[in-house]
């Protein structure tokens, strides 16, 4: 078996096309992005990737039927501006190995979609609640920044410090090194205790700016407010009981 | 060294053959369940397999004889009725890689018998004593639950949540998605605890519905007969325990 | 880089060849064995084998002079009895895939050697000092026992429990598998705490009475008894501070 | 993908080339002293290597500039003198294969550059502060080590007990054995505890009289005096709360 499987659907000529990774990570940010963009702009399926370097496993939908775990690229194609393909999926590779392999195969295959640039989406992880998360960037090419900058990216000295870990970090790499494609990752903080679509929604609109589509937001608005409900139930329980802790201290 | 070397003894001309997959797993419902097959219907041994996706490990006999683990395809042919063949074997492939590798090899290899449907068989882990097992189901073709449901496969919404990890996965995923067989896995609920041959049972029977076998079924519902007196007893012995220390506590 | 390089020095014509495992394990049983046979038959290098499969690691002489650790495999040819092959390392493979791929390739390389019989040499842990320790067998063909039983070994039902896990299992299946090569594995007792060379002199004598060989014991006795005292004197000195304790104790 | 990708931007014809390796590890006194030769003696970048050995991680800049993980080598033609590559990087291959894998490829892609020696660096970890650190050595051939002792390196006997594991031993090895290069580890004393510039110019002085290069050791001085001051604080800080304790337990 070849360790990595492209089943590819269409064979679509696209333009200047912008590749961009969403696969599941830090509080999910830049797979719901990703999958939300697909189902928004009614994207098509170009091709699924099955691997060894994906989990031995399947899911099973509420029928009762399987599902093989996979990676997927959707495309469109757009009028007067540059064409789209969006990488999402159940999950990233799980080696090392399968890191470098499932996103060098990627850029192989998408090269002759004319990919001219890579944004990929992730999370950056604050450990606590965020009332209005940021979307930090990185790029390949210091003249980026400056439009990143109009879109709203912010690029404070020193973070993230470690870096970037897998898929979101890799594509860009070796976009960069072994294709000659420039590219940014795009990170919209989270806390990163659950799947994020607040933080999802920042990056959105930070995309959405960049690539200049028209994207209704108004699902993931309400998703993000029916999360932070739950959330700032949850965090004001916390703080009930950690008053009334201190209030019974204060008299015991 | 190949990574999977295949000793074939048997060339049969097989037809819409089906195969069930029962690898050792979750109360060895599974495994149970398919030498119980092997044995009854005096099956004839077609395949082994050998590979460095197993543990480097020989058993060794009552008798001081050594046996390099493996696994084994069996198989038999039926007047007016599908073939089949009978995957069974010591372990699962132990690395994610040996899980693709092994499961895709093996239906790369049966393809030429007119493989037409896997069945897998497998446990699923309930985490505590079940009176009466039912056995949970998941297809690659929604058209399969009705039948399955008619021989007694249940299809609760949201189970397993997990979905399938493994051998009973994997070869589900792969046949439908590589080489475009449909098949379904039939899960035996067990606690988990131990290889566990009442879930084997109740797998069988829906099996054995499934595919209009006739197999004499009084050997297994001995053993879990046996089993059931022997987890009964440590049941009441720690029920027992409980009790005494309860009534000493309501004393103390 | 080839995973497994072989450095092969001589081109000798072996007859009937008998091959013996000695790499390093429990107890260091089987590897001070082999060593000891090498040293005392004055036996030739027939080759070297270095790998990734093995640590990337040197060690360093006394004088301050680098090693890279290898396998090496040496020989003798005896008149009118079967030539003689060993093998000793500093490690065995380190991985499930490595133990596979070093001994096929190690049995792939002796076959034209006229390769006729594999023993492999271990330890049998006990988990507690051994008086006089057993040897027990483990065959690939059950033709081997009753010979075996004549030089002394042992087969009690049931031990190893788990079977031989490691080289000394791994080379004796594939040798049956896949050359069609029968032999045995010699496991001397241990604790397993310690470097011990009294399993290993008992593996010894069993292995010279199978094989005929003169191989002078002496040195060995030696260090067995040396052994004996250093380990008879650290658990008198245990045994004398539990007694002191319970004196104190009693008294206390 | 390759699993190692090398990207060549030179192609110098050096003679009786000296390679030195300074790779991440103990208290990075390799790297600190590889990478502070090439700055002063303004080496030219030879090749850069990707590798899936290497963790699937971008850096980023303080501008916000991804950099792909990477190992570089560098070089310098000398007049009537060795010319000198050197390897440095910001991991050693993460995995056993990629320890040998990195190495191998490493020496085959230099062999053309007329290679003639290997000094790798390194730290020697002794678990607490050195004053004056001694440099440790090892060689693949005995004669070497009266020179080396002429420049200052030790050879103290069972030191380094364990040998040498990863780069700085394994580039060694396969030089030797599978290169016929011979070479040194030259090994900087160091806690262990930090990255430490004190190993890093003991290191580099040995290397120096090594091979004879003028190198300015003033900033790695001062950088050594620096930490040494902080370290030294951190240290009487500790010794100061401990009479504290002390103190305070003599009246308690």
Not at 135 to 154: E, F, K, N, Q
């Amino acid at each position: 078996m070849e360790k990595i499987l492209i089943k590819q659907y269409k064979k679509p000529k696209l333009n200047k096309t912008v590749l961009i990774g969403g696969l599941p990570g830090i509080g999910n940010v830049g797979k719901i992005a990703a999958d939300y963009l697909i189902e928004k702009l009614k994207m098509q399926k170009l091709a699924e990737v099955f691997s060894q370097y994906l989990p031995p496993q399947v899911f099973i939908s509420e029928e009762g039927v399987t599902y093989l775990v996979r990676n997927s690229v959707y495309y469109k194609k757009f009028q007067g501006r540059p064409d789209l393909l969006i990488l999402v999926g159940d999950f990233q590779g799980t080696t090392q190995e399968g890191q470098y392999e499932m996103s060098y195969s990627l850029l192989e295959m998408l090269r002759e979609f004319d990919l001219a640039r890579v944004y990929t989406l992730g999370g950056y992880s604050t450990g606590r609640m965020v009332e209005t998360p940021r979307v930090l960037g990185a790029v390949t090419d210091p003249g980026m920044i400056d439009d990143l900058r109009g879109s709203g990216v912010v690029f404070p000295k020193g973070e993230p410090g470690g870096g970037i870990v897998g898929s979101a970090g890799i594509l860009l790499g070796l976009a960069k090194e072994l294709f000659d494609i420039d590219g940014a990752c795009l990170m919209g903080e989270t806390s990163g205790y659950f799947a994020d679509p607040r933080g999802a929604m920042e990056v959105l609109k930070v995309i959405i700016s960049i690539l200049g589509f028209k994207v209704d937001l108004r699902d993931i608005e309400e998703r993000s407010k029916q999360m932070e409900q739950l959330t700032g139930k949850v965090q004001e329980d916390i703080q009930n009981k950690a008053q009334k802790k201190e209030d019974l201290g204060y008299f015991g």
